[in-house]
């Protein structure tokens, strides 16, 4: 009854306490002893978890995984400072070694997060049992339980209903088979599977060149390596190849690491015990290897004696690597850095000694170093390809449409070649379509070892991006500048500049031919403005008191490109094309309106306006010449330019006037406004150019001044008028019939005659055909109270005066109106 007692007890407190771990598992272990019957009851009437407390009681959670290194960016700020320190220390040393860092120390780079035990490591079967392990034991057949015995102090589990049996000191195999041994001997019927459980913790010291030396809680299946990795790693100032393991002052054992790195060998990773210290000493000995080798870095040194053992650790040579020429820099015994070279393709350079602080340098072969010929510019295949003796242009080329691009000029290509025996370029045109067309001819040139193809873009054919980088200025500028660097007195600067009506002007390498024809072949050709009749080559010299001196020799282009006469070429010459003079050159007026005939008339030189109106038939019976609007395109430049300074002017003066204030008596808004309609009004006019002429006595007065014309310029004849027009500061702009009689008085008053800011002082009149009449001084008139004519304009200016004198604004309201009358009289055509 007590017993019953007990376990109500123990399973009442279950729930409270488990978590504390205040119930022995050999407590749970007399609960589950009771009949199956039983046990479901009892756990009914208290409310328990029967599943949860047999899984409780016989085997523990599992443990979850625990991250026990963080990287350093994930670090507390304190340590992340720590790091910084130590990666900006190993960049000074990294310049100090031409950027070479330590081979192997990012493998355990790190920070210890935690001090928990590594629980995931699997479990050897020749692992010793000690206090503090957990076996778990699982019963089947007549019997299922699952049971766990902690090993105790003294080295023994206790086993139910047997006694304790001690394990302490067996291996797990052999305290395997012993369990199974108790439980086949006492349990017939039922078998046993026997795990371990919770392992046993330990502590260990990790010294020296650590990057977080100290003690460390590990478990018992720790090795070397899993303690360096807790504790963060190897700083770059400890040795990798000598990592010692003590126990008791005692060396028990070193570990290389490059030997796990290089080759997977974990021999010497041995098992840790309780106490055991790992101690990391300083870097041994240091080279450094760089180049065409597949891991450049830093390696330590620890019995590697020669350059084949050490190119061997940074992986070997890559293809590109020339073996014949290995440098390698070195400290001498005066302490000096000096250099010395290997070669490594024999037995002699592969056993060259390596000393401390060694620098191996592997050099790169060259891209291509011979058996090539190379295709530059328009081609759809650019770049080096295999030279084959004998071969020739056509070999490479087959189709000009296929293997150049769109854009390239399919005349034309240059190949430049090497000497190799001086070393020397020099330059060969290409008829690239009869090299085509004929393979095997003279003209498809045979190709020699390295030779250069260029292919050039046709400039007229688009394709700017593609035009640009195959120009023939492109592609010939490092042609040109290697001529002219290889120059001396015995081989003269072979270039030559051509001007002038050719296609593509500009400085060219001297053609192989030297002949004047092919100069011109290689520029592009003739445009169709070149003279045949005259040219000019001007030719640098020296006399025979070696003085420089520059003479011009004048050649027939016309025999030169015919055949007839063989124009040779030398260092330096400047060609000069001339162009037909007043090739294609077109002069042109518009005749517009009311003429037989309009349109755009094209005139010789000398031709005036009277003989062109002759060649349009004249004007029609609905003419109005006196009202002719004139027009030329350089006085429209002028118009413009007067309009842009006018504009400048009235900008500053709209800034004086806004700086004054209210000093006139607060009428500076009002002024204000006054000016930004006229800046606004010279914005907004647009030039006509116009030149008042009397048409009148153009066509019937002989001896009236010829008007020579000028190209782009414009006659425009309106129809015959009837009205008259009144602008400016009137009440109502508007234009009138004309009637005969009436006077500018009574034009003006028809347009409600002049506003508060009219200058009635300064009223005048445009005539039709565009000259001015001040009616207040005129000499035919008396007066205003003259009479006007059908198409005159009268205009009433604003007052200037009361407004603080600014004469300009006259000037300006003049031009605006001029621009405005001619240009209404185009309008009204």
């Not at 085997?59 to 026990?68: G, T």
């Not at 640098?540 to 004048?554: A, F, K, L, T």
């Not at 016309?558 to 330096?572: C, V, Y």
């Not at 009635?760 to 009616?775: C, I, N, W």
């Amino acid at each position: 009854m007590n017993l019953k007692k007990r376990l109500l007890t123990l399973v009442l407190l279950l729930p409270m306490v488990a978590t504390a771990q205040s119930i022995t598992s050999a407590q749970i272990e007399q609960f589950k002893s009771l009949p199956q019957a039983q046990q479901e009851a009892l756990a009914r009437q208290y409310g328990v978890d029967l599943d949860a407390l047999a899984g409780g009681g016989g085997a523990s959670q599992r443990p979850q995984p625990v991250q026990v290194v963080e990287p350093i960016g994930s670090i507390t700020d304190q340590e992340r400072e720590k790091a910084v320190k130590e990666r900006k220390q190993e960049d000074r040393t990294a310049k100090k070694n031409n950027g070479l860092r330590p081979f192997g120390y990012d493998l355990f780079a790190g920070a210890a997060s935690t001090f928990a035990p590594v629980t995931e490591i699997p479990v050897p079967a020749s692992y010793t049992i000690g206090p503090g392990d957990v076996l778990r034991v699982q019963l089947w057949g007549k019997e299922n339980r699952n049971l766990e015995f902690p090993v105790s102090r003294d080295g023994t589990i206790s086993f139910p209903d047997s006694g304790p049996v001690s394990v302490a000191g067996l291996s797990f195999d052999e305290a395997r088979e012993q369990i199974k041994t108790r439980v086949s001997e006492q349990y017939i019927g039922v078998q046993a599977s026997v795990s371990l459980g919770e392992l046993r913790s330990m502590r260990v010291f990790v010294l020296g060149e650590a990057r977080s030396p100290g003690s460390y809680t590990v478990s018992s299946l720790s090795t070397i390596t899993n303690a360096l990795y807790v504790s963060g790693g190897v700083k770059q100032t400890g040795s990798l190849r000598n990592v010692q393991h003590k126990r008791d002052g005692k060396l028990l054992g070193t570990l290389d690491l490059y030997d796990l790195l290089l080759k997977g060998d974990s021999r010497n990773d041995n098992r840790l015990q309780p106490g055991d210290v790992i101690f990391i000493p300083p870097v041994g000995k240091r080279v450094g290897i760089e180049g065409e080798i597949y891991r450049p870095a830093l390696y330590e040194l620890d019995g590697e004696q020669n350059l084949a053992q050490l190119i061997d650790m940074a992986g070997g040579l890559t293809p590109q690597a020339y073996p014949q020429r290995i440098n390698i820099e070195r400290t001498n015994k005066d302490f000096l850095r000096i250099i010395a070279e290997a070669d490594y393709t024999n037995q002699k350079g592969r056993r060259a000694g390596i000393q401390e602080g060694d620098i191996i340098s592997v050099p790169s072969i060259a891209d291509v170093t011979g058996q090539y010929i190379q295709v530059q510019g328009a081609a759809v295949r650019t770049g080096k390809f295999a030279w084959i003796p004998g071969m020739r242009v056509s070999s490479l080329i087959q189709d000009l449409e296929t293997d150049l691009l769109s854009v390239a000029d399919k005349q034309y290509a240059a190949v430049v070649r090497t000497d190799p025996e001086t070393d020397t370029i020099s330059v060969l045109n290409l008829r690239l379509r009869d090299a085509l067309q004929a393979p095997g001819s003279p003209q498809d040139l045979i190709l020699q070892e390295k030779d250069r193809l260029l292919f050039f873009a046709d400039e007229g054919k688009g394709d700017s991006s593609v035009s640009d980088s195959a120009s023939r200025k492109k592609l010939f500028a490092p042609v040109l500048q290697r001529l002219k660097a290889q120059a001396n007195p015995d081989n003269p600067q072979q270039t030559i500049v051509i001007s002038g009506p050719v296609r593509y002007p500009g400085e060219y390498p001297l053609p192989a031919t030297q002949r004047l024809e092919d100069a011109i072949f290689v520029a592009g050709g003739l445009k169709d403005s070149a003279s045949l009749y005259q040219a000019e080559i001007a030719r640098y010299s020296v006399d025979d008191n070696g003085i420089g001196q520059m003479r011009i020799v004048d050649v027939t282009l016309a025999d030169a490109m015919s055949g007839k006469r063989h124009i040779d070429l030398r260092s330096r010459d400047r060609i000069l094309i001339k162009s037909i003079p007043e090739f294609a050159k077109t002069r042109t007026i518009e005749l517009l309106g009311e003429v037989r005939y309009p349109g755009l008339y094209t005139f010789r030189d000398g031709e005036t306006l009277n003989d062109v109106l002759a060649r349009a038939g004249g004007l029609t019976d609905n003419a109005f010449p006196r009202g002719a609007v004139f027009t030329r395109k350089k006085l429209r430049q002028l118009e413009a330019q007067r309009l842009r300074e006018a504009e400048e002017r009235l900008q500053g003066d709209l800034l004086g006037v806004q700086l004054e204030g209210n000093s006139f008596g607060g009428q500076t808004s009002q002024r204000v406004r006054e000016v930004e309609s006229l800046l606004e009004d010279v914005q907004s006019s647009r030039p006509v150019g116009r030149m008042v002429i009397d048409l009148v006595s153009v066509i019937n007065d002989n001896d009236y001044q010829a008007i020579r014309l000028q190209d782009d310029d414009k006659l425009i004849i309106p129809i015959i008028p009837q009205s008259v027009s009144v602008f400016g500061e009137v009440q109502f702009p508007t234009s009138h019939l004309h009637q005969s009689g009436l006077t500018v008085d009574d034009y003006l008053e028809r347009s409600g005659g002049p506003t508060r800011q009219a200058d009635e002082d300064r009223v005048y009149v445009v005539k039709a055909d565009g000259s001015v009449m001040l009616p207040e001084r005129s000499r035919w008139f008396g007066g205003r109270s003259q009479q006007l004519e059908a198409g005159d304009t009268i205009i009433m200016p604003i007052d200037v005066d009361r407004l603080n004198q600014l004469e300009l604004w006259t000037n300006v309201s003049q031009i605006v109106y001029q621009i405005a009358l001619g240009a209404a009289a185009v309008g009204n055509l």
